[in-house]
């Protein structure tokens, strides 16, 4: 039984994940697990050959990152990539089966925290890591360790979230397209609101989706004391996700669809709340062709924003098209993150100095972070001294703005102890609150109460004050 709540609880942080990429553009398998130079055991699994470093991971930055150590170093290293959804169970069968192969594991944030609890990962303040601690922005260095403070994990990358936005219609609605100027439209929900109607008064939407700010969603830990914290920022941030979905202030293409990602590069049809919630599957907002020829007769309109953390860079680059040069980058109404890949070292690995040299490598060498900016062609790292050297460096995509000096800005702010291991399952909960109030299959009491008994079924002992 215990087994089975600790498979739930990593697979509950690795669900978004299949469809975000958290460090290149391609940061996971999309299908099944993509092995490296290490044979297939039975069941699956990479084996060892000699003695080289096993690397287990969901992120394929890290077969990059391996091909990069053994051409620096001469060491041999074996890097098997998961799929996310299949990656927890991989991982988890091994170490409780008492195996001693993967050498280097890895978790997404949201993932971590039952990993620390049950013991996945070695202890790396054993091996020397507070010797790097000033290095590393810091609320990247505080997801790495467990709850008594040990670090656990270190990720070579930050994700704070910003709100990236089209410069041609900032001038033309706005006047100007100053990234401070145009972040004071999104300085907080209301002003999110009214951002919102003039855009569409100019035949703009704000967003392609009304999911666009869930980075945003609140300045304040879920759980303080033991007990829910519903405050009035959650309640303003439901308020405007329902006035953008109802006001038809947004394109209404879902996250990671067809008509998201072509946002990004222009024009897109003006579909409806139906299609949006799925009550109207006329169509296809996934298959590209089918949905052109559905959508060929549509008013048409262009998104002015999205948003998305540093690794949304990445993804904007490679949809932008001809409207490459036409985007910039600014702050939202509040400091946000979202993924980022934590590496660490399995607790049962026979080759933790190995490990921890590897770990170092990709980490905490500048010269490695200087090859990392330039071969993911814009990736944010973690190591102070690479984001401040190359702090000037202008992105071409992004009007020639200088996004290193920004996106350090943005980390320092950056409060990790409002995170709580709580914040997935409550978070989700909420949002299927907002999604019942929009689309009106729910008032706002009811699915507000709907939310608390959702909340204080999952964690009974949380302390709910209704």
């Known amino acids: 039984m215990k087994r089975k709540k600790l498979l739930a609880g990593?697979?509950?942080?690795?669900?978004a994940l299949g469809l975000?990429?958290?460090?290149?553009?391609?940061?996971?398998?999309?299908?099944?697990?993509?092995?490296?130079?290490?044979?297939?055991?039975?069941?699956?699994s990479a084996a060892s050959s000699g003695d080289a470093l096993v690397i287990w991971t969901l992120a394929k930055d890290l077969e990059t990152f391996g091909e990069?150590?053994?051409?620096?170093t001469g060491n041999d290293v074996e890097v098997v990539v998961y799929a996310p959804e299949d990656y927890p169970t991989k991982v988890q069968t091994a170490i409780m089966g008492g195996e001693t192969e993967p050498d280097i594991i890895?978790?997404?944030?949201?993932?971590?925290?039952?990993?620390?609890?049950?013991?996945?990962?070695?202890?790396?303040?054993?091996?020397?890591?507070?010797?790097?601690?000033?290095?590393?922005?810091?609320?990247?260095?505080?997801?790495g360790q467990d709850k008594e403070g040990v670090q656990r994990a270190v990720s070579y990358q930050?994700?704070?979230?910003?709100?990236?936005?089209?410069?041609?219609?900032a001038q033309e609605v706005f006047g100007t397209d100053d990234p401070e100027t145009i972040g004071a439209k999104f300085a907080d929900y209301d002003t999110i609101r009214e951002t919102a109607q003039t855009l569409k008064d100019a035949g703009y939407r704000i967003f392609a989706s009304d999911s666009e700010i869930n980075y945003f969603s609140g300045d304040s830990a879920w759980v303080v004391d033991g007990a829910l914290n519903v405050d009035q920022g959650r309640l303003d941030y439901m308020d405007l996700v329902v006035d953008l979905y109802k006001n038809d202030l947004t394109?209404?293409?879902?996250?990671?669809?067809?008509?998201?990602?072509?946002?990004?590069?222009?024009?897109?049809?003006?579909?409806?709340?139906?299609?949006?919630?799925?009550?109207?599957?006329?169509?296809?907002?996934?298959?590209a062709e089918a949905f052109a020829e559905q959508t060929a007769d549509l008013e048409k309109t262009s998104v002015f924003a999205f948003g998305l953390p540093s690794w949304g860079v990445l993804t904007m680059r490679d949809n932008v098209g001809d409207l490459s040069g036409k985007w910039g980058v600014c702050a939202g109404p509040?400091?946000?993150?979202?993924?980022?890949t934590f590496i660490g070292i399995s607790s049962l690995s026979k080759r933790q100095e190995q490990a921890w040299d590897f770990i170092k490598f990709v980490c905490f060498n500048e010269e490695t972070a200087d090859w990392w900016i330039?071969?993911?062609?814009g990736d944010t790292v973690s190591l102070i001294s690479a984001l401040e050297k190359h702090a000037e460096d202008a992105n071409d995509v992004y009007g020639g703005q200088t996004l290193y000096s920004f996106w350090l800005d943005q980390a320092k702010g950056i409060d990790y102890s409002k995170v709580t291991q709580y914040d997935k399952v409550i978070g989700d909960a909420w949002g299927a609150a907002i999604g019942s109030i929009k689309t009106g299959e729910m008032n706002k009491e009811d699915a507000i109460s709907n939310f608390y008994d959702t909340v204080q079924s999952t964690y009974p002992d949380l302390i709910i004050n209704r």
């Open 106 to 143: 890895v978790g997404e944030p949201q993932m971590l925290g039952d990993m620390y609890d049950n013991g996945f990962f070695a202890n790396l303040d054993d091996l020397g890591a507070q010797d790097y601690a000033d290095q590393i922005v810091d609320y990247v260095w505080q997801v």
């Open 251 to 287: 394109a209404y293409c879902n996250q990671w669809s067809t008509p998201w990602y072509q946002a990004m590069a222009g024009e897109v049809p003006i579909l409806t709340a139906d299609i949006q919630n799925y009550a109207d599957d006329s169509v296809n907002v996934w298959d």
């Open 10 to 15: 990593i697979l509950a942080g690795t669900m």
């Open 68 to 72: 990069y150590y053994e051409q620096q």
């Open 334 to 340: 509040s400091y946000g993150f979202g993924g980022g």
């Open 374 to 377: 330039e071969t993911s062609e």
């Open 158 to 169: 930050i994700t704070p979230a910003g709100i990236y936005y089209r410069r041609d219609i």
């Open 20 to 44: 975000v990429a958290c460090g290149s553009s391609d940061s996971a398998d999309s299908g099944s697990a993509a092995q490296a130079d290490g044979a297939a055991a039975e069941d699956g």
